[in-house]
């Protein structure tokens, strides 16, 4: 059973940056898809990012796209999530997820994702 980890959330002001991490438990982790997810409260859980195993492709949702970057470290098991010039509306708690099995054709659905962290805050100031 892999278990992940996130860390690095906190409080920033609007235009600020944080980076999130989450590390896994399984060395199988070089060999995981991975995303990022966000739920503010009252809503959905939305998709933020997707990295493939390698690392070679990122994929971002468009409200995110060019501010955040996702990358991973495969000999650390760890998967990374920069965010710059942060807004109010990234405020949300923030999940890693992995996908163990099965196709990351819809890399955009929880419902493709395994496994989960725990989530991190983060709360953006105005």
């Known amino acids: 059973q892999v278990q992940l980890v996130e860390s690095g959330g906190g409080l920033v002001q609007a235009g600020g940056s944080l980076r999130l991490s989450c590390e896994a438990s399984?060395?199988?982790?070089?060999?995981?898809?991975m995303g990022w997810f966000r739920q503010a409260p009252g809503k959905e859980r939305e998709f933020v990012g997707h990295?493939?195993?390698?690392?070679?492709?990122?994929y971002y949702a468009d409200s995110v796209k060019g501010r955040f970057t996702i990358s991973r470290d495969n000999a650390a098991k760890t998967l990374y999530l920069q965010m710059n010039s942060l807004k109010p509306e990234d405020t949300a708690v923030y999940y890693c997820?992995?996908?163990?099995?099965?196709?990351?054709?819809?890399?955009?659905?929880?419902?493709?994702?395994?496994?989960w962290g725990q989530g991190t805050q983060v709360t953006v100031s105005s």
């Open positions: 997820a992995a996908v163990t099995r099965g196709s990351t054709y819809y890399y955009t659905s929880p419902t493709t994702y395994d496994y």
């Open positions: 990295i493939t195993w390698s690392g070679s492709s990122t």
């Open positions: 399984e060395r199988t982790f070089s060999t995981y898809a």
